[in-house]
């Protein structure tokens, strides 16, 4: 009975830490520390254009390959205010250069 409840409960870590991981913590998919002034390289994926600009964006798929290379503060939130006002102004640049 004890080998069952602890392979069960190892099940249950193991699940959680693959969910945890999968995109990492806060949806980060990478995060280099470069100076212990909180300074780092992030990598996370870019917010869905349908919910730029709205209460609860949506960040798009890892898979997507639409991926935000950020260099600043180590505490960035990938769907945070600072994030889409950066991706609503890079979309209107696009749109203004492409046409």
Not at 52 to 81: N, R
Not at 85 to 97: S, T
Request: aromatic share 8%; with cysteine.
């Amino acid at each position: 009975m004890k080998n069952g409840k602890l392979f069960f409960s190892a099940v249950i870590i193991a699940t959680g830490l693959a969910a945890g991981t999968a995109f990492g913590e806060d949806s980060v998919i990478s995060r280099e520390e470069l100076s212990r002034d909180n300074y780092c390289h992030l990598t996370f994926p870019a917010i869905a254009d349908s919910s730029l600009g709205t209460d609860s964006p949506v960040l798009k798929s890892q898979d997507s390959g639409d991926v935000i290379d950020f260099y600043g503060t180590c505490d960035e939130k990938p769907a945070g205010a600072d994030q889409q006002r950066e991706q609503i102004h890079e979309d209107w640049l696009q749109k203004q250069l492409l046409g």
